[in-house]
């Protein structure tokens, strides 16, 4: 017995000393490799936010110590992670711009690895011989962290107009749809967490219109699904998980409902819809806040090295995050549970009886997605207005966040509504998800934006876009 407790009281000081050296060898690492918060954007009245001009700074993601990667952002005169650009321009120039959010930017990749000036190499570097040894290409990046589709439309004419750019690659992901009716955003609760102001422009459908809408294409057998689901919760705080098999059949059903036909009528009832852009309302206590905040935690500066905290509770949520992963690889139904609690939280209708009212945090999923049609209608009418080219590029389904089925669902009305309406379109997701099946990653594990794989995928999709849609010609002016 007193020779089990020596060995047990060995292993057991071995796995101490063991942790103690990982927690000072994490610890020296992390003094090592310090992370940066930023204050990076400045309040703009037209569009909401942009980032700081003129501004040099060390991103490091948001995570207290430096975990995944470390770039310098440099930004121009205008507020954009780019190089200076002028209006004027040379015979032989040919002008693209990539617009969105924080994918664009591409803030966790260096500048050269950005999916604009991997496009702009290309295009410099793979000339058709036909075209005039002189020509050149200029592809600017006016992305913009966190911003919606009706904010790249507002960026389009404040700032992308005057540049006069021949095509306009605007970049899509779930979360873009959802900011459209969303008035708020994490830069001024991360400064304040009792401060969700009124900063983002917010896009508005005059009228009583929806219901028109709705009658032309609704997805009633998907919200009457998630009724039932939250019944069966309200009832016995569980409810009976769908096989994937069934799943995936709800899913095509739905899709099935999407036709040319409908999203044909559906673009001809928005056109006769008119439209207004509100806010920011908050405007000038944006601007106070953020004042207050330089001034207060960060020492008049915009920039200022994170707090060290314990590496070994790090390293355990880590594991324990690991963990988790690991159980719903063995058990699959973990996941479908982690599904249909992000349907019901998201898209279960508040009122049972009124399926299309929208749940308690979220507008209805169709009305969301009729504003950003109405807005990117508008947005392709401004491109054409000064001769560009509205070219949507879509990575919904590769970069689900609040379920599969919407995802699906917005990528294909997506899809139809370019189709119709002859606006160029690129499913990105499917080559990202090519890629991620083939056991490549495009994307960071912790942060989740974009690495240097993904750039460069988006990069080659815009790129490839132009070649087979026949622009070497025509962009050889």
Do not use: C
């Given at each position: 017995?007193?020779?089990?407790?020596?060995?047990?009281?060995?292993?057991?000081?071995?796995?101490?000393?063991?942790?103690?050296?990982?927690?000072?060898?994490?610890?020296?690492?992390?003094?090592?490799?310090?992370?940066?918060?930023?204050?990076?954007?400045?309040?703009?009245?037209?569009?909401?936010?942009?980032?700081?001009?003129?501004?040099?700074?060390?991103?490091?993601?948001?995570?207290?110590?430096?975990?995944?990667?470390?770039?310098?952002?440099?930004?121009?005169?205008?507020?954009?992670?780019?190089?200076?650009?002028?209006?004027?321009?040379?015979?032989?120039?040919?002008?693209?711009?990539?617009?969105?959010?924080?994918?664009?930017?591409?803030?966790?990749?260096?500048?050269?690895k950005t999916p604009s000036q991997l496009l702009e190499r290309y295009l410099n570097e793979g000339k058709p011989e036909s075209s005039s040894k002189n020509s050149t290409y200029e592809v600017l990046n006016f992305g913009v962290t966190g911003f919606s589709i009706p904010q790249s439309l507002l960026t389009n004419r404040v700032y992308v107009k005057g540049f006069s750019p021949r095509y306009v690659f605007l970049f899509i992901f779930e979360d873009t749809f959802w900011r459209a009716i969303s008035f708020s955003h994490a830069i001024t609760s991360t400064m304040n967490q009792n401060k969700q102001l009124h900063i983002r422009p917010t896009f508005n459908l005059q009228g009583n219109q929806f219901l028109s809408l709705l009658k032309i294409l609704n997805f009633r057998k998907f919200h009457q699904f998630l009724v039932l689901k939250q019944l069966?919760?309200?009832?016995?705080?569980?409810?009976?998980?769908?096989?994937?098999?069934?799943?995936?059949?709800?899913?095509?059903?739905?899709?099935?409902?999407?036709?040319?036909?409908?999203?044909?009528?559906?673009?001809?009832?928005?056109?006769?819809?008119?439209?207004?852009?509100?806010?920011?309302?908050?405007?000038?206590?944006?601007?106070?806040?953020?004042?207050?905040?330089?001034?207060?935690?960060?020492?008049?500066?915009?920039?200022?090295?994170?707090?060290?905290?314990?590496?070994?509770?790090?390293?355990?949520?880590?594991?324990?995050?690991?963990?988790?992963?690991?159980r719903r690889t063995f058990k699959p139904e973990l996941k479908m549970k982690d599904e249909m609690e992000k349907l019901l939280s998201v898209f279960a209708p508040k009122r049972p009886r009124d399926l299309f009212d929208g749940s308690n945090n979220f507008p209805n999923f169709e009305k969301t997605v009729f504003v950003n049609l109405k807005a990117?209608?508008?947005?392709?009418?401004?491109?054409d207005s000064y001769g560009g080219n509205l070219v949507i590029v879509d990575s919904i389904p590769n970069r689900i966040q609040k379920g599969r089925l919407p995802a699906n669902l917005s990528s294909t009305i997506l899809e139809y509504y370019c189709s119709v309406n002859n606006i160029g379109y690129i499913p990105l997701y499917k080559d990202l998800n090519l890629a991620n099946s083939s056991g490549k990653k495009t994307s960071w594990s912790f942060d989740g934006h974009f690495n240097e794989l993904g750039t460069k995928i988006f990069a080659e999709a815009m790129y490839r876009w132009l070649q087979n849609n026949g622009t070497d010609r025509a962009l050889s002016n």
């Open positions: 017995m007193v020779k089990i407790l020596k060995i047990l009281l060995a292993q057991i000081l071995t796995l101490v000393i063991f942790l103690i050296i990982i927690a000072v060898a994490g610890q020296i690492y992390t003094f090592s490799n310090p992370s940066y918060e930023n204050l990076d954007v400045i309040p703009d009245r037209q569009i909401g936010w942009r980032l700081v001009p003129d501004s040099l700074f060390t991103y490091t993601g948001t995570h207290w110590y430096k975990r995944e990667f470390k770039t310098q952002i440099k930004t121009n005169s205008l507020g954009f992670r780019d190089k200076e650009r002028t209006i004027e321009k040379q015979k032989n120039l040919t002008r693209l711009v990539v617009i969105g959010d924080s994918f664009v930017v591409a803030r966790e990749v260096p500048f050269d069966e919760k309200s009832e016995s705080n569980s409810f009976t998980l769908p096989l994937e098999k069934e799943y995936v059949e709800l899913i095509e059903q739905q899709r099935s409902l999407i036709t040319k036909d409908k999203i044909t009528k559906i673009s001809k009832k928005l056109q006769e819809i008119a439209w207004e852009i509100s806010g920011p309302n908050d405007f000038g206590k944006f601007v106070s806040l953020q004042n207050q905040v330089i001034n207060s935690k960060f020492n008049g500066q915009r920039t200022k090295q994170r707090e060290q905290k314990p590496f070994i509770l790090d390293l355990w949520q880590k594991l324990s995050s690991s963990f988790q992963i690991l990117i209608e508008v947005m392709r009418n401004d491109i």
